[in-house]
């Protein structure tokens, strides 16, 4: 019977080409990556470096420009010095916003409007010690002597709560993650919903039960579906790590593979088990119209799993977090999240996949026995009868 | 027919028996359809013919009985080479008519080439070729029909099994569909059909199964079902006579009225000049006949309703 068996890829072969070749799908996609990669640039135009131009005319301007460089590097601040050539030069450069500020023959600041408080207060500074040194040196100290009392070093900053940058930037890319995964989810898990309402309402199902076992067009179609879920899944990430990087968002770019390998994982994980009860929930309605309503359970708990998910990018540790990760319908949405943050052990992760895939592997045949028994049945289908009910 | 005469080349249904909770759809039903026989299955609403044909093709299992081709009991490798068309006709709408053919050849084992060239060829049988490209729900029904005839022979069936191929198509669709019925039937395809247009069973096929019930009342050749009819049937007609005054004839029951007259089965004792006298005491006799049962009379008398 080997033909018999390979007859599933067919059904999953037509499932991916015939959505994927979908002009709406097509569009949703090129939708949702150009949305991707506008809030990618926009949060980078947002969260850029602090930097300044700084424009110096007359003695001693400079001097002081060259010890607000010094200052700012310490402080992570970029600074450019721009020589300009004279007062009315330095005024017009600030006034067009060539420059945020303009230091005058040592003697005076320009600034626009309100002027810009770090890099002031910088500029200040250096002419602080600037002239504190000239007056020190000048009352007969030694240049040495006076550097020694003035160079000292910055008092340490003991942070009570550090930012880890690195764990700041897991976060917001388990964020958007859970936000991808869970829209994936439910997507795809709606369309093997409405796939199996499709063929039983335009009745082809009982051409295809003619030639093709109702559990391995079950198979087909969450393979078809599936697949293309994770093509698409891929893609998405790949642009979205594409433009970050290019944008220069990511500090940490092996890390967020990994989130994104993460991801795609427990897609998979999460995918089956919801394919599955979609499928349920399809093959008990007869049309499209009803299939909201048996599909609201499963859509509560999507969304309920989707806000512990999100929670869980702020709090991984919680108790709600660390369950939801070990339930094998919320771990796909908070597992991914949790291990990007270093927050799970590495029980707790392998206690998830199991439970996951044990739930699944108990979950398919009951919904495949469900499906089978409900194909041919019309109207709204009563679970609880089918299963007691005899095969078709 | 007997079991080894059969068993060479014949659809056999055996024994089915199929019951719907308390209802029993099918009660022991068994026929057969020789390789290029035509078969008729006909019976009232409700009777099992849609059942027995998924039970046939394996949509539906039997609580008893088997079905056999080639005198082996089918499995799902052999029903593969069956052809179906379904009561409720299905195509998926959306899906364009060409890769709907290929996507079903492969279902039903053909390798990708020949199924694309079987789907072409199909399409251009049909005279739909030029919508090959279109999605199936922007066809027209007649059109859709046509696609569906094509599914049901795309990967050349061994066996065709058809439930109400004939219903919702015009008199040139009618005239195409046996055709192309009767090409496959030739070509040494048992064809199994089921119908309520009894008059079109009567032209195409020699055989009939009739069933009601969950049983089958009859089966074999027309004529054959014809002769055992015991009854005695005459036509007659009288000029201006309207319809009433045959219903005042003693010793007949009309089993079709007519508009000066009718079809009427003669009680034991009466003959049909009885009926002639009768007729020319009302007026002059247009028509009289001695007549062969219609398969829709053998039907009214076999269907108890």
Same mark, same amino acid.
């Given at each position: 019977?080997?033909?018999?068996?390979?007859?599933?890829?067919?059904?999953?072969?037509?499932?991916?080409?015939?959505?994927?070749?979908?002009?709406?799908?097509?569009?949703?996609?090129?939708?949702?990556?150009?949305?991707?990669?506008?809030?990618?640039?926009?949060?980078?135009?947002?969260?850029?470096?602090?930097?300044?131009?700084?424009?110096?005319?007359?003695?001693?301007?400079?001097?002081?420009?060259?010890?607000?460089? /010094?200052?700012?590097?310490? =402080?992570?601040?970029? !600074?450019? %010095?721009?020589? &300009?050539?004279?007062?009315? #030069?330095? $005024? @017009?450069?600030?006034?067009?916003?060539?420059?945020?500020?303009?230091?005058?023959?040592?003697?005076?600041?320009?600034?626009?409007?309100?002027?810009?408080?770090?890099?002031?207060?910088?500029?200040?500074?250096?002419?602080?010690?600037?002239?504190?040194?000239?007056?020190?040196?000048?009352?007969?100290?030694?240049?040495?002597? /006076?550097?020694?009392?003035? =160079?000292?070093?910055? !008092?340490? %900053?003991?942070? &009570?709560?550090?930012?880890? #940058?690195? $764990? @700041?930037?897991?976060?917001?890319?388990?964020?958007?993650?859970?936000?991808?995964?869970?829209?994936?989810?439910?997507?795809?898990?709606?369309?093997?919903?409405?796939?199996?309402?499709?063929?039983?309402?335009?009745?082809?199902?009982?051409?295809?039960?003619?030639?093709?076992?109702?559990?391995?067009?079950?198979?087909?179609?969450?393979?078809?579906?599936? =697949?293309?879920?994770?093509?698409?899944?891929?893609?998405?990430?790949?642009?979205?790590?594409?433009?970050?990087?290019?944008?220069?968002?990511?500090?940490?770019?092996?890390?967020?593979?990994?989130?994104?390998?993460?991801?795609?994982?427990?897609?998979?994980?999460?995918?089956?088990?919801?394919?599955?009860?979609?499928?349920?929930?399809?093959?008990?309605?007869?049309?499209?119209?009803?299939?909201?309503?048996?599909?609201?359970?499963?859509?509560?708990?999507?969304?309920?799993?989707?806000?512990?998910?999100?929670?869980?990018?702020?709090?991984?540790?919680?108790?709600?977090?660390?369950?939801?990760?070990?339930?094998?319908?919320?771990?796909?949405?908070?597992?991914?999240?949790?291990?990007?943050?270093?927050?799970?052990t590495w029980w707790e992760i392998v206690a998830s996949i199991v439970v996951s895939v044990g739930?699944?592997?108990?979950?398919?045949?009951?919904?495949?026995?469900?499906?089978?028994?409900?194909?041919?049945?019309?109207?709204?289908?009563?679970?609880?009868?089918?299963?007691?009910?005899?095969?078709? | 027919?007997?079991?080894?005469?059969?068993?060479?080349?014949?659809?056999?249904?055996?024994?089915?028996?199929?019951?719907?909770?308390?209802?029993?759809?099918?009660?022991?039903?068994?026929?057969?359809?020789?390789?290029?026989?035509?078969?008729?299955?006909?019976?009232?609403?409700?009777?099992?013919?849609?059942?027995?044909?998924?039970?046939?093709?394996?949509?539906?299992?039997?609580?008893?009985?088997?079905?056999?081709?080639?005198?082996?009991?089918?499995?799902?490798?052999?029903?593969?080479?069956?052809?179906?068309?379904?009561?409720?006709?299905?195509?998926?709408?959306?899906?364009?008519?060409?890769?709907?053919?290929?996507?079903?050849?492969?279902?039903?084992?053909?390798?990708?080439?020949?199924?694309?060239?079987?789907?072409?060829?199909?399409?251009?049988?049909?005279?739909?070729?030029?919508?090959?490209?279109?999605?199936?729900?922007?066809?027209?029904?007649?059109?859709?029909?046509?696609?569906?005839?094509?599914?049901?022979?795309?990967?050349?069936?061994?066996?065709?099994?058809?439930?109400?191929?004939?219903?919702?198509?015009?008199?040139?669709?009618?005239?195409?569909?046996?055709?192309?019925?009767?090409?496959?039937?030739?070509?040494?395809?048992?064809?199994?059909?089921?119908?309520?247009?009894?008059?079109?069973?009567?032209?195409?096929?020699?055989?009939?199964?009739?069933?009601?019930?969950?049983?089958?009342?009859?089966?074999?050749?027309?004529?054959?079902?014809?002769?055992?009819?015991?009854?005695?049937?005459?036509?007659?007609?009288?000029?201006?006579?309207?319809?009433?005054?045959?219903?005042?004839?003693?010793?007949?029951?009309?089993?079709?009225?007519?508009?000066?007259?009718?079809?009427?089965?003669?009680?034991?004792?009466?003959?049909?000049?009885?009926?002639?006298?009768?007729?020319?005491?009302?007026?002059?006799?247009?028509?009289?006949?001695?007549?062969?049962?219609?398969?829709?009379?053998?039907?009214?008398?076999?269907?108890?309703?």
């Amino acid at each position: 019977m080997n033909r018999e068996r390979s007859l599933w890829p067919i059904v999953a072969r037509r499932e991916f080409v015939e959505r994927a070749r979908d002009r709406g799908f097509q569009v949703s996609t090129s939708i949702t990556l150009v949305l991707l990669i506008g809030v990618i640039v926009i949060s980078a135009l947002f969260n850029r470096p602090t930097s300044f131009d700084l424009g110096v005319v007359g003695e001693g301007s400079d001097a002081i420009a060259q010890d607000v460089v /010094v200052a700012a590097k310490a =402080l992570d601040i970029g !600074l450019d %010095v721009h020589e &300009l050539a004279d007062t009315t #030069a330095a $005024r @017009r450069a600030v006034d067009a916003g060539d420059a945020d500020a303009a230091i005058v023959d040592a003697q005076r600041i320009v600034v626009r409007a309100s002027p810009p408080a770090q890099l002031v207060a910088l500029i200040q500074a250096a002419s602080l010690r600037q002239r504190s040194r000239q007056a020190l040196v000048s009352s007969g100290l030694s240049v040495q002597e /006076v550097d020694r009392a003035l =160079l000292q070093a910055p !008092l340490p %900053v003991d942070a &009570l709560q550090p930012v880890n #940058a690195k $764990r @700041r930037e897991a976060a917001s890319v388990a964020f958007v993650g859970v936000l991808v995964l869970y829209g994936q989810l439910f997507a795809y898990g709606y369309w093997v919903a409405s796939g199996v309402v499709e063929e039983k309402s335009s009745r082809v199902v009982e051409v295809l039960l003619a030639t093709v076992r109702p559990s391995h067009l079950l198979r087909g179609k969450i393979f078809g579906i599936g =697949l293309l879920g994770l093509a698409q899944l891929l893609l998405i990430g790949i642009v979205g790590f594409v433009a970050a990087k290019g944008v220069g968002t990511l500090d940490f770019p092996s890390e967020a593979i990994a989130t994104l390998g993460l991801v795609l994982a427990w897609f998979v994980l999460g995918f089956f088990f919801y394919a599955s009860l979609f499928a349920v929930a399809g093959s008990i309605v007869s049309r499209q119209e009803d299939l909201q309503t048996t599909m609201t359970p499963l859509t509560i708990v999507i969304v309920a799993s989707f806000f512990i998910g999100i929670s869980a990018t702020s709090s991984p540790d919680s108790t709600l977090a660390v369950v939801a990760s070990l339930l094998p319908f919320s771990s796909p949405l908070v597992m991914p999240t949790r291990i990007a943050l270093g927050d799970a052990t590495w029980w707790e992760i392998v206690a998830s996949i199991v439970v996951s895939v044990g739930a699944t592997a108990a979950l398919i045949p009951v919904a495949t026995k469900i499906y089978s028994r409900a194909l041919l049945r019309s109207g709204r289908v009563r679970i609880r009868q089918v299963l007691r009910g005899r095969e078709a | 027919m007997s079991d080894a005469a059969a068993g060479a080349r014949a659809l056999e249904l055996v024994g089915l028996t199929r019951r719907f909770g308390d209802v029993v759809a099918l009660d022991d039903v068994t026929f057969s359809v020789e390789a290029g026989q035509m078969v008729g299955f006909v019976g009232p609403n409700g009777a099992g013919k849609t059942t027995a044909m998924r039970i046939a093709l394996g949509v539906l299992r039997p609580d008893a009985g088997e079905v056999r081709w080639l005198g082996r009991a089918v499995d799902a490798e052999t029903r593969r080479r069956f052809g179906y068309m379904p009561e409720e006709r299905g195509l998926y709408p959306k899906m364009r008519v060409l890769d709907q053919l290929v996507y079903l050849a492969r279902l039903h084992g053909l390798e990708p080439e020949d199924a694309r060239a079987r789907a072409a060829a199909m399409v251009q049988a049909l005279c739909v070729a030029d919508r090959g490209g279109d999605r199936a729900e922007s066809l027209s029904l007649g059109n859709q029909q046509r696609v569906q005839l094509a599914a049901a022979l795309v990967h050349r069936p061994e066996v065709l099994v058809l439930d109400e191929p004939f219903s919702g198509l015009d008199p040139v669709g009618v005239d195409v569909l046996s055709e192309m019925l009767r090409g496959q039937a030739d070509a040494g395809v048992p064809v199994v059909f089921s119908s309520h247009q009894l008059d079109l069973v009567e032209r195409l096929c020699e055989s009939v199964v009739m069933i009601d019930r969950g049983r089958v009342v009859a089966s074999g050749r027309i004529g054959d079902l014809r002769a055992a009819d015991p009854r005695r049937l005459v036509r007659v007609e009288v000029s201006g006579a309207g319809e009433e005054w045959i219903e005042r004839v003693t010793g007949v029951r009309v089993t079709e009225p007519l508009p000066d007259g009718g079809i009427v089965e003669l009680s034991d004792g009466v003959s049909g000049s009885d009926v002639l006298d009768a007729a020319r005491a009302v007026g002059p006799v247009r028509h009289f006949s001695v007549v062969q049962p219609s398969l829709s009379e053998i039907f009214r008398r076999l269907v108890t309703r």
